[in-house]
């Protein structure tokens, strides 16, 4: 938790503000896709492992644009097979509450937790790579089971600390300031 505390006092302003609106800009993006904000909401977050957010986007119009032109053909957007058949599914008219459920307990949560916090739940985490790099110095690229629930817990005692910030929009502040760190370095 202090490496999230840590990460969140060294956000530039800019850094703040990016992520405290990021989730009403996604939900704001998944409107502007479909009249079905729950349905958009699903394909963005079936699509999301492993991909970054302008591909995730433009995997999401594809495969909407497709279903509402009532297509047989699901388009090619990146992503893994099974990711790609449940955005598809969504897209179909299928419930994404339902297709999104994993099928193991321990798996897909960041899925299912990127989905609700697109949707308006601030009290859950979406623990991706980024986020698990803040939280701890050897995180895994791909975080499971307790690891996620410890992670996310993590990020929910942060917020309580702070006092002025859901758990959503810090682990979204955090997320915008240590990929922007990233990538100042990178260019070095």
Same mark, same amino acid.
């Given at each position: ?7 969140? =006092?060294?956000?530039?302003?800019? =850094? ?44 999401? #119009? ?23 058949? #449940? ?22 949560? #960041?899925?299912? &937790? ?34 996620? &629930? ?39």
């Amino acid at each position: 938790m202090t490496n999230i505390l840590r990460e969140f =006092d060294n956000a530039t302003a800019e =850094d703040l503000l990016a992520g405290l609106n990021w989730y009403s800009e996604a939900l704001a993006f998944a409107r502007s896709l479909d009249d079905d904000e729950r349905k958009a909401a699903g394909v963005i977050a079936a699509l999301s492992p492993r991909q970054q957010w302008d591909t995730n986007k433009d995997g999401a #119009k594809k495969i909407l644009r497709a279903a509402q032109r009532h297509s047989n053909i699901v388009p090619s957007v990146a992503g893994t097979y099974h990711n790609v058949q #449940k955005a598809w599914r969504i897209a179909q008219g299928e419930d994404p509450a339902i297709v999104l459920i994993p099928f193991e307990p321990n798996r897909s949560l #960041k899925v299912c &937790r990127f989905y609700a916090n697109i949707l308006g739940d601030t009290e859950s985490v979406t623990v991706d790579t980024w986020a698990a790099r803040v939280a701890l110095k050897d995180a895994p690229a791909v975080v499971r089971g307790k690891q996620y &629930r410890r992670i996310e817990k993590m990020y929910q005692k942060a917020a309580q600390i702070i006092g002025t910030i859901t758990p959503r929009d810090l682990q979204a502040v955090c997320w915008v300031s240590i990929r922007r760190k990233s990538t100042d370095t990178e260019e070095v």
